[in-house]
T-cell receptor, first 112, second 118 residues
Framework: GQQLNQSPQSMFIQEGEDVSMNCTSS?????WLWYKQDPGEGPVLLIA?????ELTSNGRLTAQFGITRKDSFLNISASIPSDVGIYFC????????????FGQGTTLQVKP | EAGVAQSPRYKIIEKRQSVAFWCNPI?????LYWYQQILGQGPKLLIQ????????DSQLPKDRFSAERLKGVDSTLKIQPAKLEDSAVYLC????????????????FGEGSRLTVL
């Protein structure tokens, strides 16, 4: 079945550093979503990508929809302590529905 | 605007017991989802409702899990009997529309109900 693979699994960085993480799929997606989950909370949408090649920013976050439609990247610039959390990529299981499949997550820790 | 409300936040039961979780979506959101998140994994869809009808329950273990959304607003998810492997966070989410290809399709998640089965 469809599967999303995220890397790295975890990152421990110094405050102020830039962060890159990616997500790959064995099949094509027409939408890529990036969520962040804080401890004890539900995931919150950070960025949504709807077109191959699209590059979208949200503050210090930038995400790209890969040209092959099988991958996506999320970059965080100048990390701060509140960036700590788990970042998930997600895509729709069936075309244009809200049934999402999630990656296994990238855990980010930021050292002040 | 109030977010997605879930209760209880935490529940500890013994295996073979039953448990129910409740969700109140954001007002006006037609689509409601239940996801299961096992520790260290991403959320996995269990069931999707559009108003009070089931859109997809193909990943719901129907021998022990049931869910309903009788009046098209609140929803309950029940597990009976519970197994050890059901220990997880059960997340409820809602969206205005069915599809994530527009900004009305964004899923808003609740804080989740953490279940521990002993």
């Amino acid at each position: 079945g469809q599967q999303l693979n995220q890397s790295p699994q975890s990152m421990f960085i110094q405050e102020g550093e830039d962060v890159s993480m990616n997500c790959t799929s064995s099949s094509i997606f027409n939408t890529w979503l990036w969520y962040k989950q804080d401890p004890g909370e539900g995931p919150v949408l950070l960025i949504a990508l709807y077109k191959a090649g699209e590059l979208t920013s949200n503050g210090r976050l930038t995400a790209q929809f890969g040209i092959t439609r099988k991958d996506s990247f999320l970059n965080i610039s100048a990390s701060i302590p509140s960036d700590v959390g788990i970042y998930f990529c997600a895509g729709p299981l069936d075309g244009n529905t809200g049934k999402l499949i999630f990656g296994q997550g990238t855990t980010l820790q930021v050292k002040p | 605007e109030a977010g997605v409300a879930q209760s209880p936040r935490y529940k500890i039961i013994e295996k073979r017991q039953s448990v129910a979780f409740w969700c109140n979506p954001i007002s006006g959101h037609a689509t409601l989802y239940w996801y299961q998140q096992i520790l260290g994994q991403g959320p996995k869809l269990l069931i999707q409702f559009q108003n009070n009808g089931v859109v997809d329950d193909s990943q719901l273990p129907k021998d022990r899990f049931s869910a309903e959304r009788l009046k098209g607003v609140d929803s309950t998810l029940k597990i009976q009997p519970a197994k050890l492997e059901d220990s997880a966070v059960y997340l409820c989410a809602s969206s205005l529309a069915l599809a994530p290809t527009s900004n009305t399709g964004e899923l808003f998640f609740g804080e989740g109900s953490r279940l521990t089965v002993l």
